[in-house]
Each structure stands twice: as C-alpha cells, then as structure tokens.
C-alpha cells in the first residue's frame, strides 16, 4: 500500500533509516517491556506508548519526570531499558527484509547508508554488530548536545558528517517523532507503516508505505 503527497521528489544524495520499527522489527518488544516496566514504576495512569515512541529513552524518563509521578529515580529507570535492551536486540529483533540488497543498491549508485536513531550507541552496535552490517555511519541521538527526535538535530548533524544537505538525505521513520524529525531537518521522509505503528501520526511525512518491497521501490525511485 502506498499514499503519496504532492511534493516534489528530490534527489538522493543519502539514505538515513531509523532504527527501532524500521531497521529492527523492535517495537512490539519495547511495547511489550514498557507495558509493564511503566505500570511498575509510575504512579497513577500509566503514559501513552504512542506519545513516547521514537524519544531518546532518556527524554523519555525526562517527560515522565516532569508529567508523572515516578516511583523510582533516573539511575534505576535508565538501568530498566538497558537490560531489557540487550535482551530485545541481542536475541529478539529481525532484520528488515532485503535490507542489505537494498544498501548494496544504493551504494552502487554512490548513495551512503546510515542509521539515525534516538537509541544509544550501544545499542546501536549491538544490532550493527549482530546482523554484520557494513554502513557508512550510525548516528546516535546521544552524538549531540541537543534535544532528541521530533527535533531534527541528529539528522542534521548525520548530514553534515556525511558532506550533504539535509535536504539530499532521504529518512526512512515509522514514529510521529521521527517523521517530525525528518522533515523539521528538511529531509525527504518516508513513513513506514507496520503493525506496531497503526495509531502513529505519520501525516509529516512526504509518503507512507507499507511492507519492505514498497519501502525499497519508493527509496530506489528517488535516486
């Protein structure tokens, strides 16, 4: 299934994918680990998953703090997600379908590959490490001194490291935070659309897919 928007495509000069949802088919197990590590450690009515999806899980504790009331302290909660991390990535994930065809396709035609995400780089590395995937960069919301995704922050400073204009990056996202990324950067976004995802707000995006072989003709088409 595809939708698009009436805006004009540019050329790609970079491929950025999110990771969790899109790279990693991780969502469904955070969403599972934050149903009832949330339920135990706030007080009251438990957050929605789709207003934190695709936060930095630091911001996500910072949001918590300031709207909830949190029954144990950062150090503990931040330990909570990095267990449960090196369970989901290390032995839980897949990898999306045909990705490393779909790298190999575009770095055949010059266009660097590159993960951009609101998890930490040990994380990041975790996957990167598991999968054996050869990038050409991964960018961690944790690599700048600024707020994480919707801002665009992390996507603007992947493009910089990578010697091209935001607006020459295609990003590849599957939450409201991260398509608001993307395009507040000034990126092409494509939104990816899966089960874990049905209630996100994609409407920032420039298009919405569903499925890897739609993902891969909408990022080839472009080039």
């Known amino acids: 299934m595809l939708f698009v928007s009436a805006c004009v495509r540019s050329p790609v000069r970079a491929a950025l994918f999110d990771m969790d949802g899109v790279l990693v088919d991780?969502?469904?197990?955070?969403?599972?680990?934050?149903?009832?590590?949330?339920?135990?450690?706030?007080?009251?009515?438990?957050?929605?998953?789709?207003?934190?999806?695709?936060?930095?899980?630091?911001?996500?504790?910072?949001?918590?703090?300031?709207?909830?009331?949190?029954?144990?302290?950062?150090?503990?909660?931040?330990?909570?997600?990095?267990?449960?991390?090196?369970?989901?990535?290390?032995?839980?994930?897949?990898?999306?379908?045909?990705?490393?065809?779909?790298?190999?396709?575009?770095?055949?035609?010059?266009?660097?590959v590159a993960i951009v995400s609101s998890s930490p780089r040990d994380w990041i590395e975790t996957v990167t490490d598991r999968f054996g995937l050869d990038l050409d960069g991964a960018w961690s919301a944790d690599d700048v001194d600024a707020p994480g995704k919707p801002e665009p922050h992390v996507y603007e400073h992947a493009a910089a490291e990578l010697g091209v204009s935001p607006s020459g990056c295609v990003v590849v996202e599957d939450s409201q935070n991260g398509v608001l990324a993307g395009a507040r950067a000034g990126a092409t976004v494509i939104g990816y659309r899966a089960a874990h995802n049905r209630r996100q707000d994609l409407s920032a995006a420039d298009v919405v897919v569903e499925g890897p072989g739609t993902l891969r003709d909408e990022v080839v088409g472009r080039l």
Not at 72 to 98: C, H, K
């Open 26 to 112: 991780s969502e469904e197990h955070w969403h599972d680990f934050e149903r009832k590590f949330l339920d135990e450690v706030v007080a009251g009515d438990t957050p929605s998953l789709d207003a934190i999806m695709g936060m930095p899980y630091r911001e996500i504790y910072d949001h918590l703090d300031e709207t909830k009331d949190l029954l144990i302290g950062r150090a503990a909660f931040l330990d909570g997600y990095d267990d449960a991390a090196e369970t989901i990535y290390g032995e839980r994930v897949s990898l999306l379908d045909g990705f490393p065809d779909l790298r190999d396709e575009l770095r055949a035609r010059d266009v660097p």
